[in-house]
Structure formats: structure tokens, C-alpha cells
């Protein structure tokens, strides 16, 4: 089992910006896919962005894309997710996730959790307006 650990939560305000790091123990034969979901209170968890670790393809949510972008350091076993312009909306706990994949993909490809195996405690992102 990988052990995902996630920092970088914190409060800011709306229009501003915050980096999340999503470190992994160690990336198996089924570590293909590291996805950022979040929650906040009363809501269903989301997935936000993704990224398949052997080519960098990346994947969005529509209400984030533009302004959060998912990268990686290979060899630190490390997944960001920078976020710009910050809503109130964006508040949540965020919780990064590694798996094989595939991700559903008709037309457009769809962050679920099905696909992801392994979850980090999360970290708390609060932006207020």
C-alpha cells in the first residue's frame, strides 16, 4: 500500500493563490494515476485534477481548470497542484490519490474514485471572501 502524505493547506484569501504537495512512500506497478479530490462540509468528494505519471497527461474538473495546474518531480515521488485565483467555493479538505487507473473517458475523461486505491489524510484549504 503507498502511504500518501499532503501539505501546503492553509487559509487565504479570495483571488489568491496555494500549492499543495502530495508526497508518495514509494510508486508501484500500480501507481499509473496520482489524482487531487476535494470535500468540503455537506458535499460529495470531487475530483479536481490528475495526472498520469509515465507521459505528464493531465486531467481537469471543469470548475478548476485554468486556474489550478497538477505537475510532478518523478524522482520525489511528489505531485503538486497550484492553485491560482482561489474562490470561497474552493474550500475544502483535499485529499491527493494514487492508482492504476484507467480514468472514464467518453468524449472527455472524468475524475472518479474508482480508479484510485491509496489515499492520503487530506490537508484543509479555506479561502475567504
Known amino acids: 500500500q503507498v502511504q500518501l502524505v499532503e501539505s501546503g493547506g492553509g487559509s487565504v484569501q479570495a483571488g489568491g493563490s496555494l500549492r499543495l504537495a502530495c508526497v508518495a512512500s514509494?510508486?508501484?506497478?500500480?501507481?499509473?494515476?496520482i489524482g487531487w479530490f476535494r470535500q468540503a462540509p455537506g458535499k460529495k468528494r470531487e475530483g479536481v485534477a490528475a495526472?498520469?505519471?509515465?507521459?505528464?497527461?493531465?486531467y481537469y474538473a471543469d470548475s478548476v481548470k485554468g486556474r489550478f495546474t497538477i505537475s510532478q518531480d518523478y524522482f520525489k515521488n511528489t505531485v503538486y497542484l497550484q492553485m491560482n485565483s482561489l474562490k470561497p467555493e474552493d474550500s475544502a479538505i483535499y485529499y491527493c490519490?494514487?492508482?492504476?487507473?484507467?480514468?472514464?473517458?467518453?468524449?472527455?475523461?472524468?475524475?472518479?474514485?474508482?480508479?484510485?486505491?491509496?489515499w492520503g489524510q487530506g490537508t484543509q484549504v479555506t479561502v475567504s471572501s
Open positions: 490519490a494514487a492508482g492504476i487507473g484507467p480514468l472514464y473517458c467518453a468524449g472527455i475523461c472524468y475524475i472518479t474514485e474508482s480508479p484510485f486505491d491509496d
Open positions: 514509494e510508486y508501484t506497478y500500480r501507481t499509473k494515476y
Open positions: 495526472i498520469y505519471i509515465s507521459d505528464d497527461t493531465t
